[in-house]
């Protein structure tokens, strides 16, 4: 029944690794993006993909790489892991790439990251 | 530069009461949302406006996007506890290319 769907809820992990966070969506829609949202619960946008291809890419540090197998998946995997990664990280989806200007964005429940 | 402020940054009431959250910029916007974000889960969309002086109305919850559309408010009706959460407003600034601008959020509690 999940309509955006992200895993793992809670990811702890040392420095210096190399971790990844999966999305699903069920809703048919075309477009994903994944934000990341600080301690001061201020949101940012990462990334954004249309169809599998990318369409935003804000200025994150190269290490956040995003994967989009498909349309209804978008993954983040995160090389060489520091203190200041972590945050919970949001995957979202909406109908189009314009749509979120009317309709908004459906989003996940978050992955909490804390790098120790 | 955050172009969305929202105020007050927390606010702390009894059920029951009224309250008026705010969220205001110098720039115009061509719509604006408001989200509710639980903890622990994402925020989710509680209405968008789009033309200036619009007032939307959900249930308890009244929302207005102000004549310039450059400022929104949102007005809650005998308070109760389960509109605890923080609200979230974002807009789409007229040079933001179709991404959402977030304003940091109001966390409301609302005590029994």
């Known amino acids: 029944d999940t309509a955006v769907s992200q895993t793992p809820k809670y990811l702890v992990t040392q420095m210096g690794n190399d971790k990844s966070i999966k999305c699903e969506q069920n809703l048919g829609h075309d477009t994903m993006y994944w934000y990341k949202q600080d301690s001061k619960k201020f949101l940012k946008i990462m990334f954004s993909?249309?169809?599998?291809?990318?369409?935003i890419n804000e200025t994150v540090p190269n290490r956040f790489s995003p994967k989009s197998p498909d349309k209804a998946h978008l993954n983040l995997h995160i090389n060489s892991l520091e203190l200041g990664d972590s945050a919970v990280y949001f995957c979202?989806?909406?109908?189009?790439?314009?749509?979120?200007?009317?309709?908004?964005?459906?989003f996940g429940s978050g992955t909490r990251l804390t790098v120790v | 530069t955050q172009l969305l402020e929202q105020s007050p940054q927390f606010l702390s009431i009894q059920e029951g009461e009224n309250l008026t959250v705010y969220c205001n910029s110098s720039s115009v916007f061509s719509s604006l949302q408001w989200y509710r974000q639980e903890p622990g889960e994402g925020p989710v969309l509680l209405v968008t406006?789009?033309?200036g002086g619009e007032v939307k109305k959900l249930k308890r919850l009244t929302f207005q996007f102000g004549d310039a559309r450059k400022d929104s408010s949102l007005h809650i009706t005998a308070a109760q506890p389960g509109d605890t959460g923080l609200y979230l407003c974002?807009?789409?600034?007229?040079?933001?290319?179709?991404?959402?601008?977030w304003g940091a959020g109001t966390k409301l509690i609302i005590k029994p």
């Open positions: 406006v789009v033309t």
């Open positions: 974002a807009g789409f600034h007229m040079d933001s290319n179709y991404q959402l601008i």
């Open positions: 979202a989806s909406s109908l189009g790439a314009s749509s979120p200007l009317i309709y908004g964005y459906t």
């Open positions: 993909y249309n169809n599998k291809e990318l369409i």
